[in-house]
């Protein structure tokens, strides 16, 4: 085959330049001085992203255990057996014991995001339906097993490691008392 200096074939000319377009040059060499510079900073500094998550994690955990931790005054206790009381309604059972002063902050800060402001539903169902309307019942023990437990494959979330069993039914009572 010859040697043909001058390259065109149908009308296409080969450009001979044999050098890269000066840009192609800096981004490549600039690519390559930014690699050595990040692998130095990472191998040379000790920061890992593993490390900044599990400092995130302690810095969550802590947070939350402290926003469900009791008063520091008044030692956490069981509860104590609740005496026998006549027949009453579970609604009018429920005001009784709304009076504890942290239900509904607990539900302001562990139920809103799902069941909106005041239970009125959101991305979670309407707590202050009917009866009828709850899928696994709006009786005290039922919130309780919801509350403690979650439903749905994790659509409602467990609370069991989060809260105390007090708590839950603090929050059930109080669902109970929402129109």
Known sequence: MANQEHHDFDGITENREQ?????FTVLFYGLIVWGVAFCAFYLLSGWSSQAEFQLKMKAHE???????APPAAKPAEPAP????APAVAPVAAATATVAQPDAGALFEAKCTGCHGPGGKGAFGPDLTAAADKFEYGKTRQAL????????????M???K????REEIYAIADYILTLR
């Open 19 to 23: 050098r890269p377009p000066v840009y």
């Open 62 to 68: 802590s947070a939350g255990q402290t926003a469900s």
């Open 81 to 84: 057996a609740r005496p026998a």
């Open 144 to 155: 309780y097993m919801s509350i403690e437990e979650g439903r749905g494959n994790g659509k």
């Open 157 to 159: 979330p467990a609370f």
């Open 161 to 164: 490691g989060q809260l105390r």
